[in-house]
C-alpha cells in the first residue's frame, strides 16, 4: 500500500508511478505463477457450469430448542453430512453452510445423485447399543473367522424362540476357540441378558426377542460381518452402518477405525436425550458429558445400565453409535436413571463434540430438502458461452466508444481493464481451491457488468483531467490536480458499491452471495487497479510527447477540449469579465 | 463521436446548459407518473413469479422431441396432473425442450420423469429434472428484502456522514423510485421473475446510488464555502453540478449499459440464455433509470431541500435582492448578463445563466478561485 493515497500534491506523483506500477506487475506475475503453480489454470466452474447434483437443506426450527439453529451446530451438521457425502466415495463433494440456517451440497456429476440425496437429507441416527464384543479393527485372522462362524450358527438356530436363548449360551462356548472366543462370548451375552431384561418389563424386553428371532442365516452373516470388517477401510466402515434398524443387533467400527464392534440392539435412542453437556470436572481435572434424558429415555437407560452394571467386561459398556459408527463406549459401573456421566480421556473438543451429538440426536438440526437439481454442464457451459460472447460483444462496443471518445487516452482506459480482467481471473482461479469460490453463472454476469463500473472509474479521471486542461493547463500538472478530487469520488462511490456487495454477501444464499462476491471482488480490484495502475500509467503517459503535447488524437488535445488560452474568441472575453469580479 | 466531445466542451464552457432544477417539477411529474404507472402495474397484473416462487420442477431435454409441442404438453400434464408449461430450447427446439411442471415433489418428478421419457420417446438420461421448492424463491426474495433494508439503513448512515442527511434523502427516494421503476416495467411487460432478477435488482442498489454519489460528491464541492459568497444560489450551484457531471453520466452509463445490453440482446435474445435474460433486464432497466433519478430526481431534491435551509433561504434573498439592484442600475451585472443571452442557447433564463457563471467558479475546485489569471 505504497504512495498512491499519500501522493496528493503534484510533486509526489513525480517518482512514484513506476514504484506502483512495478508493484502491480510483480502482483499480476506472481498471481500468474500462482495459477500455474497451483495448476488451477482457470477458476473452478460452479455446479451450474461444471453439471452436478446441488441439494439444499434446510434446518427446521424445532420446538423448544429456539436457539438450536446457530453457528455450531450448522458446522456440527456440515461436518456429518460431508462424512456422509463422502463416506459414499464421492470426491470433492462440498458441503456448506449458506447464510444462517441453509446447508448446500453440491455433488459433482458422475455420482449417484439418488443415493447421495437419501444420504444427505435424513437426519442422523444415534443409538445406545450395549456392546457384545470388541475386536481391533482389522479383520480378524482366518484361522478364527471359519470356527465362530460355524460355532454361532448353531446357538443361533436355537434361538428362535427367546427362551432358548439359555441353549445359545452354551453352544458356542464349547465351540470357541481360543481365537474366537471374544466373538462367540459376544452372542452368549447379547441372548442372556434379553430374559433379564423381560422381567424388569423396560421396553427393549420386548424388542430384545424380536432380536434374537432373526432366523439363524441372519445371526451367522452378522457374525461373519464383524469377522471380516476392516475398519481401516473407510468404505466398509460406513457401509456397516447402512440400513440397519435399530431393533437389530449390528456391527459397527469406532470413528477412527482402530477397533470394531458387535452391538446389540439399540436400548436407547438418540431422541431419548433431552440434553448433554461437555463439563470440566474441577477434582479430577478432567473433560466429561453430562447428560440428561427424557421421561421416557431415563427409564430406557435405567433398565440398561443395571443390566450392563452386572456384565464383565467388554460386556459393560454401551456404544455410542452415530450413524453406524461408535463415537464413544463407556462402561457402566453402576445403574443409572435421569442423569449420567461419560467420563474418559477427553479433551475439551471431543467433550464437546459428543456432548453435541448426544443433545442433539445426531445432526444437531433436522433440515429438510429445499432442492435438489440435477445440473448438467452442458446446459450451464451453453449459458456460460453465451454470456462470454455476449460479454465479448458488450467489452467490444464499450471499446469502440472508449477509443471514439477519448482516443489517446482510451489506450490507458484499455490497459487498465486489461490489468483489472488478468487480476479477476487469477484471483477468481486461486479462490477457488484457497475458500472453495466457484464461478456460477450469476458471478460471469457480475464480472460481465463490473465493466462498466470499472471502466466509470477511469472515467471520471479522464473528465477531470479534461476540466483541468480547459482550466488552462498543460497536461502534467492536470494529471496531477484532477487526481485528488477523481480519487475521492472513486472512493467514496465505490464505497457505495462494496458496501451494496457485502450486505448481500452476507445477508443472502445461494446465487445471489455468488454474485455478490464477485461484484465486490471487482468493486475492490477497481479502486487496486486506478490507484496503482491508471494513476502510475497516466503520470507516465502525461511526459511523452503524444500525450503531454497534446496530439488531436491523444484525447487530450486542449483545442478540441475547448481550452480557454489560447482559444480566446469574443464571447469568452465576456465570460471572462465575471471572473475579476468574482475574485 | 467527436460531436459529444464538443459537447464536453460546450457544457464545460456552459454554452449549453440544461437547467436541470429550474424545470424539476416537469421531471418530479414524469416521475411520479412513471411510478404510479408501475404501482397500477403492479397492483393490476402483478408479478409473473417464476417457478422457483412457485414451487414445482423443472424437465429438460437434450434432444428435439418426436411428437408436436402441444402433444408434449398434453403428456406432461396428463403425466403430472398439473399445469405444465412447455418451451422449446433453440432453434426449433433443437436444443431440446424445458417442461416446467408446477407443485411436484420429487417422488413426483422422478415418476414424471419415466413417463415422459417414454411417451416423448428420449430415453430418461437425457431428460434433466430440476426440482424447485417454493420457499426457495420466497426465502431469496426475504433475504433480498432484508439486504435491501440493511444496505438502505447503512447507505443513509453513510450518505448522512459523508455528505449530509438531506443527500442521503435525496439518494433513498432516487434509489425507491428506481427500483418502483424496474418492478413496475416487469409487472407491466409480464416478464418473469426468477432468482435472477433479484440478483438484478439487487444490483441497481449499488449502482443507482453510486451515479447519484458521483453528481453529490461534486455538488458538495461546489457548494462548499456557499454562504461566503453572494453569487449564487444554491439550486444554481446544484444545476452547474449536475451539467458539469452529465458527459460523465452519459458515458458511465452507455458504458455500463453496453455489456448489459450485450447480455440482454445478445446473450439472451439471440442465443436463448434463461438467466442472462433475467439478471440483464432487471439491470439494464435499473441501470437507465438509476442514471435518470440521478438527474433528473435526486440532485433537484437536495436543491428542494436544502433551499428550505434558513441560511440558504437567506442566501437566496440576499442573491436576488442584489440581483434586483444591480438590474436596476444596469451595470455591474452587464456581464452576466450578456452570459446569459448568449449562453443560454435553449431559451432558459436565469439559472442558465448561473450555469456558466459557477462554472469558472466551481471549476476550481473549490478552492480559491485560482483561474485564468
Not at chain 1, 233 to 247: F, S
Not at chain 1, 379 to 397: F, N, P, S, T, V
Not at chain 2, 217 to 230: A, F, H, V
Request: proline share 4%; aromatic share 6%.
Amino acid at each position: 500500500m505504497a504512495a498512491p493515497k499519500k501522493g496528493r500534491g503534484s510533486t509526489g506523483g513525480q517518482g512514484r508511478p513506476g514504484r506502483s506500477l512495478a508493484l502491480i506487475l510483480i502482483a499480476m506475475v506472481a498471481l500468474t505463477g500462482g495459477i500455474f503453480l497451483s495448476g488451477h489454470t482457470t477458476p473452478r466452474l460452479g455446479i451450474d457450469l461444471a453439471g452436478g447434483t446441488s441439494i439444499t437443506l434446510k434446518a427446521k426450527s424445532q420446538p423448544g430448542k429456539p436457539d438450536a439453529i446457530n453457528e455450531t451446530n450448522m458446522n456440527t451438521a456440515v461436518g456429518i453430512i460431508e462424512r456422509r457425502v463422502n463416506g459414499l466415495g464421492v470426491s470433492e463433494a462440498e458441503v456448506q453452510t449458506q447464510g444462517a440456517s441453509n446447508i448446500i451440497v453440491n455433488i459433482p456429476k458422475g455420482t449417484n445423485s439418488k443415493q447421495a440425496r437419501e444420504q444427505v437429507g435424513t437426519t442422523a441416527q444415534l443409538y445406545f447399543r450395549p456392546v457384545l464384543t470388541v475386536a481391533d479393527g482389522a479383520p480378524t485372522p482366518e484361522g478364527s473367522a471359519s470356527p465362530s462362524a460355524t460355532g454361532s450358527a448353531k446357538p443361533s438356530a436355537k434361538a428362535t424362540e427367546p427362551e432358548t436363548a439359555s441353549g445359545s449360551k452354551a453352544t458356542p462356548s464349547d465351540g470357541a476357540t481360543t481365537q474366537g472366543r471374544a466373538v462367540t462370548d459376544a452372542l452368549k451375552k447379547d441372548a442372556t441378558p434379553t430374559p433379564k431384561a423381560g422381567t424388569t418389563g423396560a421396553p427393549e424386553s420386548s424388542k430384545s426377542p424380536a432380536a434374537t428371532e432373526a432366523p439363524d442365516p441372519a445371526t451367522a452373516a452378522l457374525q461373519k460381518k464383524f469377522t471380516e470388517l476392516d475398519c481401516a477401510d473407510k468404505e466398509a466402515r460406513v457401509a456397516a452402518g447402512v440400513g440397519v434398524k435399530p431393533e437389530d443387533p449390528t456391527v459397527a467400527c469406532s470413528s477412527e477405525g482402530d477397533a470394531k464392534y458387535l452391538l446389540g440392539p439399540a436400548a436407547v435412542s438418540g431422541t431419548d436425550v433431552d440434553d448433554a453437556k461437555a463439563q470440566f470436572d474441577q477434582q479430577r481435572g478432567i473433560w466429561l458429558v453430562s447428560m440428561e434424558f427424557t421421561d421416557k429415555g431415563s427409564k430406557k437407560f435405567q433398565t440398561i445400565t443395571k443390566k450392563l452394571s452386572t456384565q464383565q467386561s467388554p460386556q459393560n459398556q454401551f456404544a455410542i453409535a452415530l450413524d453406524g459408527e461408535v463415537v464413544s463406549a463407556p462402561q457402566v459401573n453402576e445403574a443409572l436413571s435421569g442423569s449420567a456421566e461419560i467420563s474418559g480421556s477427553f479433551t475439551q473438543q471431543s467433550a464437546e463434540s459428543l456432548a453435541n451429538v448426544l443433545s442433539y440426536g445426531a445432526l444437531p438440526l433436522s433440515f429438510s430438502e429445499e432442492t435438489a437439481t440435477t445440473v448438467t454442464a452442458a446446459l450451464g457451459g451453453e449459458q456460460l458461452k453465451a454470456g462470454l460472447i455476449a460479454g465479448a460483444i458488450g467489452l467490444a462496443l464499450v471499446v469502440i466508444y472508449l477509443v471514439a471518445y477519448y482516443r489517446g487516452l482510451s489506450l490507458i482506459a484499455l490497459l487498465s481493464l486489461l490489468a483489472s480482467g488478468i487480476l479477476t481471473y487469477t484471483i477468481m482461479a486461486l479462490l477457488g481451491p484457497a475458500i472453495g469460490f466457484a464461478l456460477n453463472l450469476p458471478a460471469v454476469c457480475g464480472a460481465i457488468v463490473a465493466i462498466g463500473i470499472t471502466a466509470d472509474s477511469f472515467i471520471v479521471y479522464f473528465e477531470r483531467i479534461r476540466d483541468e486542461i480547459r482550466e488552462g493547463r498543460t497536461l502534467r500538472p492536470a494529471v496531477e490536480r484532477a487526481w485528488p478530487r477523481a480519487r475521492r469520488t472513486i472512493l467514496v462511490s465505490d464505497f457505495v458499491s462494496f458496501l451494496a456487495a457485502a450486505v448481500l454477501f452476507l445477508v443472502t444464499v445461494g446465487k445471489v452471495q455468488g454474485f455478490a462476491f464477485t461484484l465486490g471482488l471487482t468493486t475492490v480490484l477497481d479502486v487496486v487497479v486506478v490507484f496503482f495502475f491508471t494513476k502510475p500509467v497516466m503520470t507516465l503517459m502525461a511526459r511523452t510527447k503524444f500525450f503531454g503535447g497534446g496530439h488531436p488524437w491523444s484525447g487530450l488535445d486542449p483545442e478540441r477540449l475547448g481550452a480557454q488560452p489560447p482559444l480566446r474568441r469574443s464571447r469568452r472575453v465576456n465570460a471572462r469579465t465575471d471572473h475579476p469580479k468574482e475574485a | 463521436m467527436s460531436r459529444l466531445g464538443d459537447l464536453g466542451a460546450r457544457l464545460y464552457r456552459g454554452e449549453v446548459g440544461y437547467d436541470f432544477i429550474g424545470k424539476r417539477k416537469l421531471w418530479y411529474g414524469v416521475s411520479i407518473l412513471i411510478t404510479i404507472t408501475a404501482i397500477v402495474g403492479l397492483a393490476v397484473s402483478g408479478l409473473n413469479l417464476g417457478i422457483e416462487f412457485k414451487g414445482g420442477a423443472v424437465f429438460t431435454t437434450d434432444t428435439k422431441a418426436k411428437i408436436s409441442l402441444s402433444q408434449v404438453r398434453e403428456d406432461a400434464v396428463a403425466a403430472s396432473g398439473h399445469e405444465a408449461i412447455v418451451q422449446e430450447l433453440g432453434n426449433g427446439g433443437s436444443d431440446g425442450l424445458r417442461i416446467q411442471i408446477t407443485e411436484v415433489d420429487t417422488a413426483k418428478a422422478d415418476q414424471i420423469k419415466s413417463q415422459l421419457s417414454e411417451d416423448l420417446g428420449i430415453p430418461e438420461e437425457q431428460i434433466n429434472a430440476d426440482l424447485v421448492g417454493p420457499s426457495w424463491g420466497e426465502q431469496i426474495a426475504n433475504k433480498a428484502w432484508t439486504g435491501l433494508g440493511i444496505f438502505m439503513v447503512l447507505v443513509v448512515v453513510y450518505l448522512a456522514i459523508a455528505f449530509e442527511w438531506r443527500m442521503a434523502v435525496a439518494a433513498l427516494i432516487a434509489l425507491i423510485h428506481d427500483i418502483t421503476i424496474t418492478v413496475g416495467v416487469y409487472a407491466l411487460v409480464g416478464f418473469e421473475v426468477t432468482p435472477g432478477t433479484v440478483i438484478g435488482l439487487l444490483t441497481i442498489l449499488g449502482y443507482s446510488l453510486y451515479d447519484t454519489v458521483v453528481v453529490f460528491d461534486s455538488l458538495k464541492e461546489g457548494t462548499k464555502g456557499i454562504t461566503k459568497q453572494t453569487r449564487w444560489t444554491y439550486s444554481e450551484i446544484a444545476n452547474r453540478s449536475i451539467n458539469g457531471t452529465l458527459v460523465r453520466s452519459i458515458n458511465t452509463t452507455v458504458v455500463a449499459l453496453l455489456p448489459v445490453a450485450g447480455l440482454l440482446f445478445i446473450g439472451g435474445g439471440v442465443l436463448g440464455a434463461g438467466t442472462l435474460n433475467d439478471i440483464s433486464l432487471s439491470l439494464f432497466v435499473g441501470l437507465a433509470a438509476g442514471a435518470y433519478s440521478s438527474i433528473f430526481i435526486a440532485t433537484p431534491l437536495v436543491a428542494d431541500l436544502k433551499e428550505r435551509e434558513p441560511q440558504i433561504k437567506a442566501l437566496k434573498k440576499r442573491i436576488l435582492a442584489k440581483r434586483a439592484s444591480a438590474a436596476a442600475k444596469g451595470e455591474s451585472a452587464e456581464s452576466e448578463r450578456d452570459d446569459l443571452v448568449q449562453d443560454g442557447s435553449d431559451g432558459d433564463t436565469e439559472p442558465a445563466g448561473a450555469v456558466v457563471g459557477q462554472r469558472r467558479q466551481a471549476g476550481g475546485h473549490g478552492r480559491s478561485p485560482r483561474n485564468h489569471r
